[in-house]
Nanobody, 126 residues
């Protein structure tokens, strides 16, 4: 099972960036998938998640600026990032788990996800 994130790079504050994550090794259409990020010297933090049915949940820090989406036919998940701020700088990780959150619950802890990609660095300059 592999998750490969891409799309990171250097972007100016106020700009946009789209991250992609391609999953391989099995079909992820029933998995919950998400994005986390880790800034230098800080712990990994939840960014957004999406269930198999398309329901989404975003951290308050990115709500209204970032949008998570998925394409089950392509086994892929995306993160559209708009109005980027310097504090959005970090390594962004794609993640997935086979256990579907029940009802309105969401997995927002890193330990709740089994599968992780290597991450892609996003640097937002001021």
């Amino acid at each position: 099972v592999q998750l490969q994130a891409s799309g990171g790079g250097l972007v100016q504050a106020g700009g946009s960036r789209r991250l992609s994550c391609a999953a391989s090794g099995r079909t992820f259409s029933n998995y919950v998938m998400g994005w986390f990020r880790q800034a230098p010297g800080k712990e990994r933090e939840f960014v957004a998640a999406i269930k198999y049915n398309g329901d989404t949940y975003h951290a308050d820090s990115v709500k209204g600026r970032f949008t998570i989406s998925r394409d089950n036919a392509k086994n892929s998940v995306y993160l559209q990032m708009n109005s980027l701020k310097p504090e959005d700088t970090g390594v962004y990780y794609c993640t997935a788990d086979a256990r579907a959150p029940i009802g309105t619950t969401w997995y927002i802890g890193a330990s709740q996800y089994n599968y992780w990609g290597k991450g892609t660095l996003v640097t937002v300059s001021s």
